[in-house]
């Protein structure tokens, strides 16, 4: 069966500091994979979603960025963190087939201060 | 314009009632799905069921049913027999593109006893 993990599950991070968040997918191959971030009380966003090794889409400017280096690995990353970056990220993968569900880890919960 | 619009932010059921929890939409594309995700408080999503434009009949999974009426644009969530798990977060979603989904605000329901 297939699994997605994220980690870490909780980090706090000083204004400026560089962030790394790690996706991980076992037990399917060539996923679509997707961050998504959602704000204390509100919706998920959709920030990148990368459809194979390398392929990187970003939704929204920001001061984050994406990269895929092995087809089931996704990562978000940022070189300066600013407040506003605080918010609970989630991880999800989907197979690009018709019905298109995601699925989720288990979240990242970022704290700027 | 595509968008998902929640406009219940709480509802409250007492335990083994049932619940609406309303959700309408807005897309061009006549090809679309709809899924509604639960968020517990540990903030996993979990995919709790799907609905295809094409789809004749209202999706039903367990508890969970759909009451899909496309002319209105609108893709309720029925939860019946209402437990005190179900107590968490739900999201109404729109997939726009394979597998891209797009996210309402959400809706906390609260069982009580």
Known sequence: ?????????????????PLSLECTVEGTSNPNLYW?????????????YSVGIGQISSEVP????ASRPQDRQFILSSKKLLLSDSGFYLCAWGSGRARGELFFGEGSRLTVL | AQKITQTQPGMFV????????????????????????KQPSSGEMIFLIYQGSYD?????EGRYSLN????RKS?????????LGDSAMYFCAMRVDTDKLIFGTGT??????
């Not at chain 2, 007492?14 to 995700?37: N, R």
């Open chain 2, 75 to 83: 893709a309720n969530l029925v939860i019946s027999a209402s437990q």
């Open chain 1, 36 to 48: 998504y971030r959602q704000a204390a009380g509100r919706g998920l966003q959709l920030l990148f």
């Open chain 2, 14 to 37: 007492q335990e083994k009632e049932a619940v609406t929890l309303d959700c309408t939409y807005d897309t061009s594309d006549p090809s679309y799905g709809l899924f509604w995700y």
């Open chain 1, 1 to 17: 069966s297939q699994t997605i993990h994220q980690w870490p599950a909780t980090l706090v991070q000083p204004v400026g500091s």
């Open chain 2, 108 to 113: 906390r329901l609260q069982v009580f006893p």
């Open chain 1, 62 to 65: 920001q001061n984050l960025s």
């Open chain 2, 68 to 71: 899909f009426q496309k002319a």
């Open chain 2, 56 to 60: 004749q009949q209202n999706a039903t």
